[in-house]
Nanobody, 127 residues
Framework: QVQLVESGGGLAQAGGSLRLSCAASLRVFSMYIMGWFRQPPGKEREFVATISRSGSDTVYADSVKGRFTISRDNAKNTVYLQMNTLKPEDTAVYYC????????????????????WGQGTQVTVSS
């Protein structure tokens, strides 16, 4: 049973920081591209960031570039999202996702590419 479990969400003030974690029960975590997506209230789920299997390649949505950092620890089967300079528009449920890939340098921002999803963690940013 594959499980992705997000943690670290909560309430933050504008300008503050939060760090999300996603622990994965994937058999070989290093064979998966990992991504973070978010779903603001009343809106579609949208791409936030993705990281390649080795961690050498990352891609960010324009809305978070320069503020958020995605990273992974393959020894701990965990992916992180460091969120700095938070804005009220970052308020959303944040999901991590995993996509099995042979190519170690590939990333993807397409949610339909991802095989497994977590249950999500709420992030609320007050102004």
């Amino acid at each position: 049973q594959v499980q992705l479990v997000e943690s670290g969400g909560g309430l933050a003030q504008a300008g503050g920081s939060l760090r999300l974690s996603c622990a994965a029960s994937l058999r070989v975590f290093s064979m998966y591209i990992m991504g973070w997506f978010r779903q603001p209230p009343g809106k579609e789920r949208e791409f936030v960031a993705t990281i390649s299997r080795s961690g050498s390649d990352t891609v960010y949505a324009d809305s978070v570039k320069g503020r958020f950092t995605i990273s992974r620890d393959n020894a701990k089967n965990t992916v992180y999202l460091q969120m700095n300079t938070l804005k009220p528009e970052d308020t959303a449920v944040y999901y991590c996702a995993a996509d099995f890939r042979i190519d170690s340098s590939t990333t993807t921002y397409l949610k339909e590419d991802y095989d497994y999803w977590g249950q999500g963690t709420q992030v609320t940013v007050s102004s």
